[in-house]
């Protein structure tokens, strides 16, 4: 690092994840980062499956946010959007699940994996962002941006306006 350059505290997520991996390693094994689909197969089943998940070791929890056309996901996840969707599961429905799993399990972190559509949303994403924030999302990655193909839009939006 540079004389010039300030080194930037880490985000309240990424050391909530880092210390959640450390722990695991000081213990002598892999963090399990276990992965779910939000309203896969309904909203309350999908609500047991996390808490479930956390209960039994998760050190971290990855939440997939359902959606239309997830073309950069393998079958078995193409498959638990297509289960949730048709089960009524939505973006907002999807960020209030997250909110009653973080309520619930409070410590451990919760990263979410979504396409860049659903936080722009034909907007600048700061929203979305926002919503995931306060619902206890500790880390969102997507799928790269349709605009300009900008991959890092959405991390870029996450550094430069945390939590809205």
């Known amino acids: 690092m540079s004389p010039t350059t300030k080194a930037r505290k880490p985000a309240k997520g990424a050391t909530r994840i ?11 094994r892999a963090a399990f980062i276990p992965f779910a689909t939000a309203g896969y197969p309904d909203a309350e089943t999908s609500f047991e499956i996390a808490v479930a998940m956390i209960d039994n070791g998760a050190d971290v929890l990855e939440i997939g946010l359902p959606y239309s056309d997830p ?3 393998g079958a078995t996840i193409q498959h638990a959007s297509a289960v949730a969707l048709a089960a009524g599961a939505t973006l907002d429905d999807s960020i209030a699940l997250i909110g009653r799993i973080h309520e619930a399990r409070p410590k451990t972190p ?10 722009l949303g ?14 206890g999302v500790c880390l969102l990655y997507t799928s790269p941006s349709p605009r ?11 550094l430069e306006k945390p939590g809205g």
């Open 18 to 28: 880092t210390k959640a991996i450390r722990a695991a390693n000081d213990d002598g």
């Open 71 to 73: 073309l950069a996901d």
């Open 110 to 119: 919760l990263v979410t994996m979504g396409y860049c559509n659903q936080v």
């Open 122 to 135: 034909g907007k600048d994403g700061a929203s979305v962002l926002r919503r995931l924030a306060e619902a």
């Open 148 to 158: 300009d193909n900008q991959p890092h839009l959405v991390c870029r939006l996450l």
